[in-house]
């Protein structure tokens, strides 16, 4: 249990490895890990005892006669002193290691050492060990990558400055993401409140919200809900019901808000539409209007266009930008690599 549990621990292994060297009466029990990704090994220990200069040497020191060394050795089997260096010399300490991988571009060394004699038996308990060993490598391997992507998304999402809060039927914030978070303190237009409600500034925006939570806690699959908070800077929410679990963060969260807020104002949005499409600084105020959904005559009124002139820019834009229409065009604005800027 403490080495499928030691996954979660830090330092990892530490219960394990204190048990290890209790259990098979050496003075040092240890593993080092080598990822195909990182150059240098992640070197665990007991809670006892330093690294002797030879188990250095072995594990640790010059990379590359380490990895030599350990690539010959058979996984599962376990290894004396002798068996890995000729000539240990005296004062080298009693060592069995055994090598094992998870078939994932990550494998360990398990080393357990003392002065004193090393029995059979410990040979026969790191075997017995080994194929639990390699379940906690690949466990290990499969957090490694599920933080990869998550960092990689979660990186994603910051940059188009999506993020998300879940809430509780009475509005109050149970949980969110960093960006969420940002985006709550810099906004003005959504706050926590007093009690961690959250609170849009607009009272209409307020009552929408209420309702909305009130809706989903009736009827957890009621339909999501767009909402505009503001459009210069743009901040859009999605109001939906709770249908992920661990958003809830195991209270009673009912709903969950997705946010996105632009970083860039309407201006300098339009003077990157000018850098990326060609545009001229009109025609781009007017796409990135329509981009946010107005029509060209919302648009036109906006920018205080005539209607004829405002469709006589939005060929123009469309020409320009490749889009085929209104859909196209916010499509290649919203998604393109503007979202990233």
Not at 125 to 148: G, K, N, Q
Request: net charge negative.
């Amino acid at each position: 249990m403490p080495l499928h549990d030691g996954v979660f621990e830090q330092p990892m292994w530490h219960t394990f490895l204190a048990r290890l060297r209790q259990v098979a009466g050496v003075s040092y029990a240890g593993i080092v890990l080598h990822s195909a990704h990182a150059a240098d090994p992640v070197r665990l220990t007991s809670a006892s005892g330093e690294w002797s200069p030879v188990l250095h040497s072995l594990f640790s020191d010059r990379a590359e006669e380490s990895d030599a060394r350990r690539m010959k050795m058979r996984e599962g089997r376990v290894y004396s002193l002798e068996e890995l260096v000729e000539g240990a010399g005296t004062g080298a300490p009693n060592l069995r290691a055994m090598r094992l991988g998870s078939g994932s571009g990550l494998d360990a060394a398990v080393v357990v050492a003392s002065e004193d004699e090393i029995g059979a038996d410990v040979a026969n308990l790191l075997t017995a060990l080994a194929p639990h060993l390699t379940v906690a490598l690949r466990v290990i391997a499969a957090m490694e990558r599920e933080r990869a992507r998550s960092e990689l998304s979660a990186e994603a999402f910051a940059r188009m400055n999506f993020g998300w809060i879940s809430l509780d039927a009475k509005c109050r914030i149970v949980d969110c993401d960093a960006q969420a978070e940002r985006l709550l303190q810099q906004s003005g237009a959504l706050r926590r409140g007093h009690y961690d409600r959250l609170t849009p500034a607009a009272p209409a925006v307020d009552r929408q919200l209420t309702a909305l939570v009130r809706e989903f806690t009736a009827n957890p699959r009621g339909r999501p809900r767009a909402i505009n908070l503001s459009h210069d800077p743009w901040i859009d929410i999605l109001v939906a019901p709770l249908r992920i679990e661990a958003l809830a963060g195991g209270t009673d969260a009912v709903a969950v808000v997705y946010i996105r807020g632009d970083r860039s104002s309407s201006a300098d949005r339009a003077e990157q539409l000018v850098d990326l499409f060609d545009l001229t600084p009109s025609e781009a105020r007017l796409a990135w209007s329509m981009a946010q959904g107005l029509s060209i005559a919302e648009a036109a009124e906006e920018h205080g266009l005539t209607i004829e002139t405002a469709r006589n820019y939005s060929k123009k834009i469309y020409a320009k930008t490749g889009a085929r229409g209104q859909v196209d065009l916010v499509r290649h604005v919203l998604t393109g690599v503007l979202a990233l800027a």
